[in-house]
């Protein structure tokens, strides 16, 4: 083994400095040869310096505000170079439409995101895969599993119950209710996954692993928040070495997705041994279904962990619409946007006294029938939204689009909060109107950007919006969501959101009581497991 001193004279610094000079200088001039020169315009956009491209004016912090700034004066489609990697903007949801979904083969790759897939080992798995063979095996698993409306109805029963559970929590401790969606989005997709509930003896240390691990991923996938993503050859900087603390970030995310893919998996394998399975401990489960009764290869087995983490923690497709993190965005987005907004919340209230009594819990049968309630639903996803960018495709070959040139390897990234404060799309987009999606003439839905585009849709877009609305209406129908009072006058919070791939709300203070007794006694009745 080889070990590295830390020379007193400060020569190691010094060699270290060097190497990495020499090596990015020869990486930027490998690119300038690489990329020649197109023989039709690039799309507009910032002009960039010498050697640097636009690195020093792209935004790390809600990058989102800053594309959409410059659409103002470049328009729908933008074209930055950060160290000679072309990145193209899009702020248009035609582009997007056009590009990502109509020509889908040849815009389904991944970038090559060094720190959260090389590093942490994001890159294994199916959200960062690239478009091929693995890839088509992981997309198989997932559509077998929760692809399908029909999916959805046999999930019923678990999501009933869950849901329930939760209603339960809130019930007890309201001033928790954060809590109680992490545990919602985990307990959920737990079972389906593992046929294990969050309140089973170590469900909770199940769900922190999820959290733990999807906190490094959806860091992690924020556009140039690590240097070496920008500068790939930092990889080979030692965890020692001044201002590094990204490597030694990189390890733990490591560690924490590694404990994530194997502690469930291996706790199924184990129930499904005498005396467990006797005992009926091991439920069905996706995991479950996978490995009875066969005798599996490694490959094939870390194939099935990584599609059970991949239900688990979202990471199927895309990262704007990761099945965990998103259910657990969308709440928190939802109880943001009832709370600022109550004569709204009032009104879709009303809408559900009407349609199924007073304190009756909807089903998902009932969801044609409660129009103002899904559309104040979308709305909030509109106006609050929590995937402000779509995970970033690359374009496999050079393309010409709209007379601009794509050149091979070009990111792709889908500006989804440009799109949905756009005015010819949504009139008067500053303004919260849940009626836009109500009426022969409904604007555009917006689950169609937020569940990603082209190839590389979520397949869990049926499982996740069920699960969402029915906890959402569920919580319209029995709890008020309001803001506190302060010396007589109602504290409306900001609406505001917090940097990443899944962008939660700032944490924010609201009050939640039952709507009646009859609410309150409903829940302490309920089924669930708390």
Known sequence: MVSVSQSTDGSGLLSAFVAIAVAFIAYYA?????????????PPGPRPLPL???????????????????GETYGGIIHVSVLGQSIIVLNDA?????????KGALYSDRPTLVMCGELIGWDEGPALSQFGDRWAEYRRFFSQFMGTKAKVEAFSHTLHEETNAFLKHLLAEPRKWVEHTQRFAGGFVLQLTYGYRASDPGGKELV???????????????????????????????EWFPGAAWKRKARMYHDYLQKMLRAPFELVKQQMHTPFKAAGVARPS????????????AE???????????????????????VYLFIHSCIESFFLGITRHTDQQRRAQAELDAVLGFDCLPTLADRERLPYCEALYLEI?????????????VV???????????????????????????PKTYPQPKTFAPERFMGKEKQYDPRKYLFGYGRRTCPGIHLADASMWLLCMSVLALFDVEPPVEDGTPVVPPARFLDGAISHPEAFKCVIKPRSAGAEALVRGLSGNL
């Open 30 to 42: 490998y690119q300038l040869v690489a990329s020649g020169r197109p023989t039709v315009p690039l």
């Open 52 to 70: 640097v491209g636009n690195l020093l004016g792209f935004p790390s912090f809600h990058p989102w505000e800053t594309f959409s700034k410059w």
């Open 94 to 102: 035609r582009y997007a439409i056009d590009m990502l979904d109509r």
């Open 208 to 238: 922190k692993l999820v959290d733990d691990a999807m906190e490094g991923f959806s860091e992690a996938t924020v556009q140039n928040a690590f240097l070496v993503d920008v500068i790939p050859v930092l990889r080979y900087v030692p």
């Open 286 to 297: 996706f995991t479950q279904s996978h490995l009875e009764g066969q005798s599996l290869a």
């Open 300 to 322: 094939q087995e870390r194939i099935i962990q990584w599609t059970a983490a991949g239900i688990y923690s979202g990471g199927a497709d895309t990262v704007s619409i990761l």
């Open 381 to 393: 996803m509109r106006c609050y939204t929590f995937g402000p960018l779509g995970l970033p495709h």
């Open 396 to 422: 496999r070959e050079d393309d010409v689009h709209d007379g601009y040139f794509i050149p091979k390897g070009s990111i792709i990234i889908p500006n989804n909060w440009q799109f949905f404060n756009n």
